[in-house]
Structure formats: structure tokens, C-alpha cells
């Protein structure tokens, strides 16, 4: 079966701008997560959505926000973007919430100039 | 405060060796404790998961213990090969499901 699908892979902003990642999870999964990840740092915990509504949130400025679909799809938007944005943001879908294994999509590589 | 640590200096073995890798955590007491790898570029991909109640885990040639008194997690790859070159993240399962993550090792074997 499909993998969970990240687009835009790359992705070139200018500082103050916003930007919206789309993660498509597994089939029939219903959990996703976002994370941030930058060199040198574990991969920090942005939100999980399940089900449509937000179950966990992260230590991140409300510049940071997210939404999923009730086919399970999700979105993560950065409003305002600042240097420090810029990073990996990576997707992970799971069958439940809670649930243990996390499928990991290749990730949206995205640079704030 | 809560942190995870895994050793943050790549680790060098021989091809054929056994690599042992560490994840340490504090101010935790997670049900469960999972083991990524990740490639350059790639996401992580799931390894293996161990619960608190279990000392060992096995998958092929991967070997993963989880001591709760210790507060320690440890991987290892029997018959190390190249290919297992990559860096390999540590996850807990902290409250409410949430995972919280280690900054990962990166191992590199040597032919």
C-alpha cells in the first residue's frame, strides 16, 4: 500500500511569509503527527490531529497551526516565518491515536531566506 | 526536568562487529520505548518497540533491552554490515501518548 505522501518536498520562502505543508497518511489510518526537525536536534513534537480534532500539541508559537480532513489528510501553516523556520517538517501517520508505530512520509525540506 | 539523551558523537564500528548504541532518559516512566532508524534526506523508519514490562526484544539481527530502573535503552546490531550505517533515534512514549524524541546516533560501519 502507499506510503504517507509529503508535498511540496522543497520549498523556498522569504521571511514574513506563510506556507502550507500537506501530509497524506496511509490508508485508513487515522492519526497524524508533525514534527520539526533541525540538525543536531530530535525531531520536535508540532501537533497530532486524530479523528479531525487536535489530540496533542507541542511547545511551538501559535505562528504555528494545523488542521486534518475527515479523509485523515492534514495540513500544518506557518504564518509569519522567521529564519529559525527553516528545517525539515516531517508527517508520521498512525492507525489509531496512541497507537505505537509511526510511518514516517520523506519529509518537506523548507528554507525561510 | 525531563530529558532523553543518546550519545551525540557518531559511533565507528567494524563491519561484522556488534554495534551498541544508548538511550538514557529522566523524569520519565514511559509504557513503552521504540527504536527508529533514518537515513540523509529520508524519514525515520519504525525498528522496533519494546514495552516497559518486557527486558528484551529481538528482530533478525537487532537487539533492543529496557531497563526501567536504569532509565536506559540499548541497541544492538549483530553482524553489523554497511548498510546499517544511518542514524538511529530513540523515542518514549510520554503522557498522553505523545512521543518525545532523542537527537538520534549516527553509526557508521566500516568495510
Known amino acids: 500500500k502507499a506510503g504517507v505522501t509529503q508535498t511540496p518536498r522543497y520549498l523556498i520562502k522569504t521571511r514574513g511569509q506563510q506556507v502550507t505543508l500537506s501530509c497524506s497518511p496511509i490508508s485508513g489510518h487515522r492519526s497524524v503527527s508533525w514534527y520539526q526537525q533541525t540538525p543536531g536536534q530530535g525531531l520536535q513534537f508540532l501537533f497530532e490531529y486524530f479523528s479531525e480534532t487536535q489530540r496533542n500539541k507541542g511547545n511551538f508559537p501559535g505562528r504555528f497551526s494545523g488542521r486534518q480532513f475527515s479523509n485523515s489528510r492534514s495540513e500544518m501553516n506557518v504564518s509569519t516565518l522567521e529564519l529559525g523556520d527553516s528545517a525539515l517538517y516531517l508527517c508520521?501517520?498512525?492507525?489509531?491515536?496512541?497507537?505505537?508505530?509511526?510511518?514516517f512520509g520523506q519529509g518537506t525540506r523548507l528554507t525561510v531566506v | 526536568s525531563q530529558k532523553i539523551e543518546q550519545n551525540s558523537e557518531a559511533l565507528n564500528i567494524q563491519e561484522g562487529k556488534t554495534a551498541t548504541l544508548t538511550c538514557n532518559y529522566t523524569?520519565?516512566?514511559?509504557?513503552?520505548l521504540q527504536w527508529y532508524r533514518q537515513d540523509p534526506g529520508r524519514g525515520p523508519v519504525f525498528l522496533l518497540l519494546i514495552r516497559e514490562n518486557e527486558k528484551e526484544k529481538r528482530k533478525e539481527r537487532l537487539k533492543v533491552t529496557f531497563d526501567t530502573t536504569l532509565k536506559q535503552s540499548l541497541f544492538h546490531i549483530t553482524a553489523s554490515q554497511p548498510a546499517d550505517s544511518a542514524t538511529y533515534l530513540c523515542?518514549?512514549?510520554?503522557?498522553?501518548?505523545?512521543?518525545?524524541w532523542g537527537a538520534g546516533t549516527k553509526l557508521i560501519i566500516k568495510p
Open positions: 523524569n520519565y516512566s514511559p509504557a513503552y
Open positions: 508520521a501517520s498512525s492507525l489509531d491515536f496512541g497507537n505505537t508505530e509511526a510511518f
Open positions: 523515542a518514549l512514549e510520554a503522557s498522553n501518548y505523545q512521543l518525545i
